[in-house]
């Protein structure tokens, strides 16, 4: 069993940046591909990216690629989401989630993720 827990959420402008924590205990979490998520009001889970177990692959959803960096530091179990370039329509409250398959296999499917933490809230003001 793995527990996440994530962190670091906030209220910032648009044009600002966050990062987002997420720690894990339990399993260590170097063996897992780990991926963030948001899920806006009345929206499902969108996916903005996922790391290796490694830390050497990344993925990242188009439409963050350029703004957003996810890493890792496995000594820590922990997994961060660097956001950079905030705007409103990043508002969201934001998921961790470990899955045991590799980086690619059903990246982007919420429901091939085996453990996920409770989110933290983002809001972005303008």
């Known amino acids: 069993q793995v527990h996440l827990v994530e962190s670091g959420g906030g209220l910032v402008q648009a044009g600002g940046s966050l990062r987002v924590s997420c720690a894990a205990s339990?399993?260590?979490?170097?063996?897992?591909?780990m991926a963030w998520f948001r899920q806006g009001p009345g929206k499902e889970h969108e996916f903005l990216a996922a790391?290796?177990?490694?830390?050497?692959?990344?993925y990242y959803d188009d439409s963050v690629k350029d703004r957003f960096t996810i890493s890792r530091d496995n000594a820590a179990n922990t997994v961060y989401l660097q956001m950079n370039s905030l705007k409103p329509e990043d508002t969201a409250v934001y998921y961790c989630?470990?899955?045991?398959?590799?980086?690619?296999?059903?990246?982007?499917?919420?429901?091939?993720?085996?453990?996920w933490g409770q989110g933290t809230q983002v809001t972005v003001s303008s």
């Open positions: 989630a470990a899955k045991s398959s590799g980086l690619r296999v059903g990246v982007r499917t919420p429901t091939r993720y085996d453990y």
């Open positions: 339990g399993r260590a979490l170097s063996i897992y591909t």
């Open positions: 790391i290796s177990w490694s830390g050497g692959g990344t």
